[in-house]
Each structure stands twice: as C-alpha cells, then as structure tokens.
C-alpha cells in the first residue's frame, strides 16, 4: 500500500473537517442535547409526582 499525494491531501481534508465541526457545530449539538436532558428530566419528575397523585386518589376512592 503506498502513501502518495492523494492519500496526504485525504488525510488533512479530513482532520480539518473534523477540526472545524469540533469547533463550529458540535457545541449547538451539546447544547441542545443538555437541554433535551434537562426537559427529559423535568418530564420524570412530573409523570412521578401524578402517578402518586393517581394512586392517592384511588385509595381515596377505595376507601369510601
């Protein structure tokens, strides 16, 4: 296997490409991200807090 311009030119189109999205598009990927945890989050929390509401009730009900 032989290593030639083409194969160098390649390579470094390819490391600068991944540089330049490290730098430019990955941050709003993260940050988005963190924010879909945090509303993920938020989410558990509040289908947690009905279901004891939920069963609050029906052991009211059951109880009259």
């Known amino acids: 296997m032989s290593f030639d311009l083409t194969t160098l030119g390649l390579v470094l189109t390819f ?9 430019t598009v990955w941050p ?5 991200l963190q924010e879909r945890k945090a509303v993920n989050a938020n989410d558990v ?4 807090q009905e279901q004891h509401s939920l069963k ?5 009900k059951v109880q009259l």
């Open 15 to 23: 490391v600068v490409f991944v540089f330049f999205v490290m730098k």
């Open 28 to 32: 709003v990927i993260a940050k988005g």
């Open 56 to 60: 609050k009730a029906i052991d009211n």
């Open 45 to 48: 929390k509040s289908d947690t």
